[in-house]
């Protein structure tokens, strides 16, 4: 079993940028796809970006594409988020995940989750 812990959220301005970061713990996140899916007031959690396990494949949500990077340090058993061009409509609640299969997209289907950090883009 996989635990996950987010760090790296906070207040930025928009056109700011944040690097979010996703620390695993318990097993080797080599195993996994990972992935970051978000949350905002009031509406269903949605899928952001995701990494294959050896990182040669990536996948992002239309909202994020050019603005957000994912990558993984397996070595470090860590995936971040590089988050840039903030817009007040990015502000949420932004959660890892770890997935035994690629291509989750899904909430649903999600195998693990971390506890989530909190987004905020002021305008």
């Known amino acids: 079993q996989v635990q996950l812990v987010e760090s790296g959220g906070g207040l930025v301005q928009a056109g700011g940028s944040l690097r979010l970061s996703c620390a695993a713990s318990g097993r080797t996140i080599s195993d996994y796809a990972m992935g970051w899916f978000r949350q905002a007031p009031g509406k269903e959690r949605e899928f952001v970006a995701a990494?294959?396990?050896?990182?040669?494949?990536?996948h992002y949500a239309d909202s994020v594409k050019g603005r957000f990077t994912i990558s993984r340090d397996n070595a470090k058993n860590t995936v971040y988020l590089q988050m840039n061009s903030l817009k007040p409509e990015d502000t949420a609640v932004y959660y890892c995940?770890?997935?035994?299969?690629?291509?989750?997209?899904?909430?649903?289907?999600?195998?693990?989750w971390g506890q989530g950090t909190q987004v905020t883009v002021s305008s």
């Open positions: 990494i294959s396990m050896s990182g040669d494949m990536t």
């Open positions: 995940t770890a997935d035994l299969m690629w291509g989750t997209t899904q909430a649903m289907g999600v195998d693990h």
